[in-house]
Every structure is written in structure tokens, then in C-alpha cells.
């Protein structure tokens, strides 16, 4: 049986012997046989939620797969980019997105990714989410993922580690929804093209140029946009702007180049939409970032 005091790694094979999972989930892409092993004890894992951290390398590609159990899906470092049939959703640090069961998804990782995430039966409590969502990681669900990690997995808990367990649960549909999911149209030719604005975003995009990428005429290519991703384009390039704008924070840029560089009029008017967005300032955010992580360190 796992247990929480270890940070497995993609290709971890020490899980124990395969178990035959039924028609609880669909693991059949699954080459990684660490990943396969590790979500086949899962399946069989007892108790009402389950908290596995995980390391994964940067490009590192989790293909197409379900759950019998929601997932919270926390990036603690690095980005995530999740892919459900309802579109594409980037979850930068500090933030996690909420899976629903049974949602066929795949995950792929923008850097290098510490992810902790935790497992949750359906019917565990009342009020749980029913749909994706991007949601902020308060101080106290933090702790307590940090906390739920150390607890032995898979079995039912009593006591402390049962209480630790309990808040958690009760905390998730209290979480900050964020307006950060940043959906990926399905049409290859219009994911191609948001690819390459969040691998180089740039403020000058347009309407017209994109329309005329893609052999469309403004008004149809308006049209789908909204469609498939639920957000006009300038909407779309804000928050994307704003997921390039993370890193380069966290790398210690300033906050002037930064907003310049993404094409923002003043400084000001950058904080004003980040603070919008996520609650914080810049300063505020980076901040309460990089106390999260040296709180975890502090407690491995």
C-alpha cells in the first residue's frame, strides 16, 4: 500500500501487484506501467478520498483516461494543461482543477510539474462540485493536502488522521472558483493557433489576422471561437497573457517589463486585471507562492 511520505515519480513501479479494474476506468493507453500499477491500486484503494503527490518532467503527457473517483488536481509547481471533451483548461501554481468522475481527460506538463492531488469518492459528502472548474488554493486547503500526504493511503482513517481527511472534503466546495481554465477550441486549426500565442504570446494579435490563418472570414471565425471556447478572443488572449505573465513573476522579473511586454497601456491597469483574476496583486501573489512552497519543503 502506498504511502503518503512518498513523492512518486512517472515510472514508479513499486505499487504492489496489478489488480483487475473492471469497467471502473479506461487505462488502456497506458504505456508507463509505474502510472498503470499506480491508478489500478487506486481503483481498489478503500476510504472516502486518496492524497498522491507526484513529480513529473516537463513535456511529461498522461494520455486520455477516467476515474471512478473526482480528482482535485493541484499544481503546487509548474503548469498543467488538462483536456476534457469540453475543452482545454491551463492550471498554473497554487490553483487546482476540480475533475468530476467518469471525465475522460488528459494531462500534459508545461515544465517541470509537482502535482498533489487528491482522490475523492463520489458520494463522500454533500455539495461537491458537479462540474470542471479552476479553483484557488487557500492557505488551509494547502495545509491540509500537506498534511493528508503523511497519512497512510487507501484505508479508512479514525482519529486525527480521519479529522485531517474530513476538513478536506468539507473545505473543497468552498474553494475560490477562478476565472484561469483557459479552453482550447477543438477545431486543430484554431488550437494551433492558440498554441503558438501561449508558446509566444503577443499583444498585437488580432481578429483579422487569425481569421485570415485559418481561411475564415471574421464574422465565422468570431463565431466559432466563442463557440468551441466560450470566450471572445480578446478575452482568451487576456488570461492567456496572464499565464505567460506567471513565470516570468516567479523568475523575479519585474512587474513593469512584464506588463509592458504583454502589451498592457500601464502598470497599473496589468495589476488591476491580476488582481482580478487571481485575488492578489503581483507582489502579493508571488509572494504567497514561494511561502507555500518553502512551507511544504520545510514539512517533506
Not at 471565425?221 to 463557440?227: E, K, S, V, Y
Not at 502579493?284 to 514539512?299: E, F, K, P, Q
Request: hydrophobic share 40%; glycine share 8%.
Amino acid at each position: 500500500m502506498p504511502h503518503g511520505t512518498k513523492i512518486f515519480k512517472a515510472g514508479d513501479t513499486d505499487l504492489g501487484q496489478s489488480t483487475d479494474l473492471g469497467q471502473s476506468t479506461d487505462l488502456g493507453q497506458f504505456t508507463d506501467p509505474g502510472l498503470l500499477r499506480r491508478w489500478q491500486w487506486l481503483e481498489q484503494a478503500v476510504g472516502p478520498a486518496v492524497a498522491l503527490p507526484t513529480e513529473y518532467p516537463d513535456g511529461y503527457h498522461v494520455p486520455q483516461h477516467r476515474h471512478s473517483r473526482s480528482q482535485l488536481l493541484h499544481a503546487l509547481v509548474g503548469v498543467v494543461l488538462v483536456t476534457t471533451q469540453h475543452g482545454r483548461w491551463m492550471v498554473p501554481p497554487d490553483h487546482a482543477m476540480w475533475i468530476p468522475a467518469g471525465t475522460e481527460h488528459s494531462v500534459e506538463m508545461l515544465g517541470d510539474v509537482s502535482m498533489r492531488s487528491v482522490y475523492v469518492m463520489p458520494d463522500a459528502i454533500a455539495g461537491l462540485p458537479d462540474g470542471l472548474r479552476v479553483v484557488g488554493i487557500t492557505d488551509l486547503m494547502h495545509s491540509l493536502i500537506v498534511e493528508s500526504e503523511k497519512l497512510p493511503q487507501g484505508a479508512e482513517l479514525e482519529g486525527r488522521g480521519g479529522l485531517i481527511m474530513s476538513l478536506l472534503l468539507h473545505e473543497i466546495p468552498n474553494l475560490p472558483e477562478r476565472p484561469l481554465g483557459l479552453p482550447f477550441p477543438w477545431d486543430p486549426r484554431l488550437a494551433a493557433l492558440c498554441r503558438r500565442f501561449v508558446a509566444a504570446p503577443s499583444p498585437h494579435a488580432t481578429i483579422d489576422e487569425w481569421a485570415d490563418i485559418v481561411g475564415m472570414s471574421r464574422r465565422s471565425f468570431t463565431r466559432a471561437f466563442h463557440r468551441q471556447t466560450g470566450l471572445s478572443l480578446s478575452t482568451w488572449r487576456q488570461q492567456a497573457c496572464l499565464f505567460a505573465a506567471l513565470p516570468r513573476l516567479a523568475d523575479g522579473e519585474p512587474i513593469t517589463r512584464v506588463a509592458l511586454d504583454l502589451g498592457y497601456d500601464s502598470v497599473p491597469a496589468f495589476i488591476t486585471m491580476f488582481k482580478r483574476m487571481l485575488g492578489a496583486s503581483p507582489r502579493l501573489y508571488m509572494r504567497g507562492s514561494r511561502d507555500s512552497i518553502r512551507v511544504t519543503n520545510a514539512s517533506a
